[in-house]
């Protein structure tokens, strides 16, 4: 692979960088902003990531409008707020019915239009204002866009139905767009931004991710949605490649990434590839993004962690124990361990004597992620595939028998693919699972965002309102909607000891908070802080985690566990050791 260089890779005018949450787009964006800026093109880098840190990043103040920045004479930074965003076109949407329509139903609105979709579509409709702007084309060489929109939000853009009242015949509840009426005057921009985007002598993408499974994965999902609406002209640019090794773990590392990277997917094969080393810093400042691309800095910081001590699993198991939870659940975004922690506690509360159920949906976490004989262990395994298809099909059979037209339908199936639906349907399983096991411990380790269990609620309130028969809750969804609130509900959240995973983990668990659940644990995994190594890159890596390590220490008023990194598969014995 060589190395990414922008200057050489960068022909078109458009760059949209996306990747999952913490993979380093907006690193990459960064660095490949200021070194075209630094070659005389003049730049016009503009964010949507709703955890972005791009006032960190430059150490100043940034607006949505557009900032030069002093010390790069050809850059100017928009950083969009897509959140507040949202907030304001829901509010747009659902003012008029304010008044009219029953309270139950505002409700479901409202909650329908709280969602990551409605999020995205906000930020798509913030720039879709720089991508139709002819003064912004003709005033800049590069506009790059850190986080490019998913196949999902530009194929429901182009759906008829996506611009009629949607909201008063929502065909299912798991709705996560409800109606993009409060749109309208918009839909020839966003044709136009569409076409932009499929455009290859105008536009790249950027696919970043790191040299590990479960990101390299993500990527081929996402060139492969965006490949199917005519978005071709793509690149991958892997993160984080660890060049040298020259102790046990920085060995095991340097071998863990090779091996990922000699299996990726087939689908992203042919794309150019580019990779970037593994940088011990934060891409924070100036210096550090313009060093990202260019020449590798290895300063360990004499910082310690505020904490005295450091809890690991065992206190968690034992806390739980002492408080006698019934229901467990690991949280956090993918790629930071929640099924292996979730297994851990499970065999650690089965060693208590406790009788336990483990479910999973992690394909790779079946029966033997756990002991081959694990006392008091019972496991099942929730295949989320099956369980979307089971609750998509259900759903369109009920709006097909309703006589819908082919455009509503169209809408409705491209709204089943949706984050929310796949979680909704995902939680149907695990609910019924929870009702059969009344006499043990339940450890689950993917649970419904905040956002799903509300929409739950509002649907469940808004088919009292309004009788309808399509996508309706489960009886075994209503009795434990309830359940998670109360002290029988344990839920553990699951960071990396870097920026991205600690920010989206405390969205999550804002997200949490409105559905009145509390988090009472944090896990900070995979910490090379915490596993010693002696190789000079990562012992200055590891110098980097402390900051993201007191914050979570200071959030938590110490209740966290610290988790060393291995590059072991965790199951049997090895779980015991975390």
Same mark, same amino acid.
């Given at each position: 692979?060589?190395?990414?260089?922008?200057?050489?890779?960068?022909?078109?005018?458009?760059?949209?960088?996306?990747?999952?949450?913490?993979?380093?787009?907006?690193?990459?964006?960064?660095?490949?902003?200021?070194?075209?800026?630094?070659?005389?093109?003049?730049?016009?880098?503009?964010?949507?990531?709703?955890?972005?840190?791009?006032?960190?990043?430059?150490?100043?103040?940034?607006?949505?409008?557009?900032?030069?920045?002093?010390?790069?004479? @050809?850059?100017?930074?928009?950083?969009?707020?897509?959140?507040?965003?949202?907030?304001?076109?829901?509010?747009?949407?659902?003012?008029?019915?304010?008044?009219?329509?029953?309270?139950?139903?505002?409700?479901?609105?409202?909650?329908?239009?709280?969602?990551?979709?409605?999020?995205?579509?906000?930020?798509?409709?913030?720039?879709?204002?720089?991508?139709?702007?002819?003064?912004?084309?003709?005033?800049?060489?590069?506009?790059?866009?850190?986080?490019?929109?998913?196949?999902?939000?530009?194929?429901?853009?182009? /759906?008829?139905?996506?611009?009629? @009242?949607?909201?008063?015949?929502?065909?299912?509840?798991?709705?996560?767009?409800?109606?993009?009426?409060?749109?309208?005057?918009?839909?020839?921009?966003?044709?136009?931004?569409?076409?932009?985007?499929?455009?290859?002598?105008?536009?790249?993408?950027?696919?970043?991710?790191?040299?590990?499974?479960?990101?390299?994965?993500?990527?081929?999902?996402?060139?492969?949605?965006?490949?199917?609406?005519?978005?071709?002209?793509?690149?991958?640019?892997?993160?984080?490649?660890?060049?040298?090794?020259?102790?046990?773990?920085?060995?095991?590392?340097?071998?863990?990434?090779?091996?990922?990277?000699?299996?990726?997917?087939?689908?992203?094969?042919?794309?150019?590839?580019?990779?970037?080393?593994?940088?011990?810093?934060?891409?924070?400042?100036?210096? @550090?993004?313009?060093?990202? /691309?260019?020449?590798?800095?290895?300063?360990?910081?004499?910082?310690?962690?505020?904490?005295?001590?450091?809890?690991?699993?065992?206190?968690?198991?034992?806390?739980?124990?002492?408080?006698?939870?019934?229901?467990?659940?690991?949280?956090?975004?993918?790629?930071?361990?929640?099924?292996?922690?979730?297994?851990?506690?499970?065999?650690?509360?089965?060693?208590?004597?406790?009788?336990?159920?483990?479910?999973?949906?992690?394909?790779?976490?079946?029966?033997?992620?756990?002991?081959?004989?694990?006392?008091?262990?019972?496991?099942?395994?929730?295949?989320?595939?099956?369980?979307?298809?089971?609750?998509?099909?259900?759903?369109?059979?009920?709006?097909?028998?309703?006589?819908?037209?082919?455009?509503?339908?169209?809408?409705?199936?491209?709204?089943?693919?949706?984050?929310?639906?796949?979680?909704?349907?995902?939680?149907?399983?695990?609910?019924?699972?929870?009702?059969?096991?009344?006499?043990?411990?339940?450890?689950?380790?993917?649970?419904?965002?905040?956002?799903?269990?509300?929409?739950?609620?509002?649907?469940?309130?808004?088919?009292?309102?309004?009788?309808?028969?399509?996508?309706?809750?489960?009886?075994?969804?209503?009795?434990?909607?309830?359940? /998670?609130?109360?002290?029988?509900?344990?839920?553990?959240?699951?960071?990396?000891?870097?920026?991205?995973?600690?920010?989206?983990?405390?969205?999550?668990?804002?997200?949490?908070?409105?559905?009145?659940?509390?988090?009472?644990?944090?896990?900070?995994?995979?910490?090379?802080?915490?596993?010693?190594?002696?190789?000079?890159?990562?012992?200055?890596?590891?110098? @980097?985690?402390?900051?993201?390590?007191?914050?979570?220490?200071?959030?938590?008023?110490?209740?966290?566990?610290?988790?060393?990194?291995?590059?072991?598969?965790?199951?049997?014995?090895?779980?015991?050791?975390?």
């Amino acid at each position: 692979m060589n190395t990414f260089n922008p200057f050489q890779v960068t022909k078109t005018q458009y760059l949209f960088f996306t990747g999952k949450g913490g993979v380093g787009k907006t690193s990459a964006a960064c660095a490949t902003a200021v070194s075209l800026a630094d070659q005389g093109k003049k730049v016009l880098l503009i964010s949507t990531d709703p955890a972005s840190n791009l006032q960190d990043v430059f150490a100043m103040e940034l607006t949505n409008k557009g900032t030069p920045i002093p010390a790069v004479p @050809n850059l100017v930074v928009a950083n969009l707020n897509p959140i507040q965003a949202a907030a304001e076109y829901r509010e747009s949407v659902i003012a008029p019915y304010r008044g009219i329509m029953p309270e139950a139903v505002i409700t479901n609105m409202e909650e329908q239009l709280s969602g990551s979709c409605t999020i995205e579509i906000a930020a798509f409709n913030e720039f879709s204002n720089f991508i139709t702007d002819p003064d912004v084309q003709q005033e800049y060489d590069h506009i790059i866009f850190d986080t490019a929109p998913t196949g999902h939000t530009l194929r429901m853009l182009q /759906l008829p139905s996506a611009w009629s @009242n949607f909201i008063s015949e929502s065909t299912h509840g798991a709705s996560c767009l409800g109606q993009l009426s409060g749109l309208e005057g918009k839909q020839a921009i966003y044709k136009e931004a569409v076409v932009t985007l499929a455009d290859s002598k105008r536009t790249t993408l950027v696919l970043v991710t790191r040299p590990e499974d479960a990101p390299l994965k993500e990527a081929q999902r996402a060139s492969l949605e965006l490949a199917d609406l005519g978005v071709n002209n793509q690149i991958l640019v892997v993160n984080g490649v660890l060049l040298q090794s020259d102790d046990p773990i920085s060995e095991k590392l340097y071998q863990k990434q090779q091996a990922a990277l000699g299996a990726v997917p087939e689908g992203l094969k042919v794309l150019p590839t580019y990779q970037i080393p593994l940088r011990a810093y934060n891409i924070t400042g100036l210096e @550090n993004v313009r060093s990202m /691309l260019r020449d590798d800095r290895q300063e360990v910081k004499p910082e310690t962690p505020n904490a005295k001590q450091f809890y690991g699993l065992r206190d968690i198991v034992d806390s739980i124990d002492k408080a006698e939870r019934k229901v467990v659940f690991t949280m956090g975004k993918g790629g930071v361990g929640k099924t292996t922690v979730a297994a851990a506690i499970a065999l650690g509360l089965a060693q208590k004597g406790k009788k336990v159920h483990l479910t999973t949906t992690d394909p790779a976490a079946h029966l033997k992620f756990v002991l081959e004989q694990a006392d008091n262990i019972t496991m099942s395994h929730i295949d989320e595939h099956a369980e979307l298809k089971k609750y998509q099909d259900e759903v369109l059979s009920k709006a097909r028998a309703n006589g819908l037209s082919g455009e509503d339908i169209a809408y409705i199936e491209e709204d089943l693919r949706s984050p929310c639906t796949q979680e909704i349907a995902v939680f149907r399983a695990f609910a019924e699972v929870v009702e059969k096991a009344d006499d043990q411990i339940v450890v689950i380790d993917t649970a419904p965002t905040g956002h799903t269990l509300l929409l739950l609620e509002s649907t469940e309130s808004y088919d009292k309102e309004i009788q309808r028969t399509k996508g309706e809750t489960p009886e075994s969804v209503k009795r434990l909607l309830p359940r /998670l609130k109360s002290a029988e509900t344990e839920v553990v959240i699951v960071a990396l000891p870097e920026a991205t995973p600690v920010y989206e983990a405390l969205r999550l668990e804002d997200d949490l908070k409105r559905a009145q659940i509390a988090a009472n644990w944090w896990v900070i995994n995979q910490s090379f802080y915490h596993a010693g190594t002696t190789n000079t890159l990562l012992k200055a890596k590891a110098s @980097n985690e402390v900051e993201w390590i007191n914050r979570i220490d200071q959030h938590m008023d110490g209740k966290f566990a610290l988790v060393a990194w291995s590059a072991d598969q965790i199951k049997g014995d090895k779980l015991l050791e975390l």
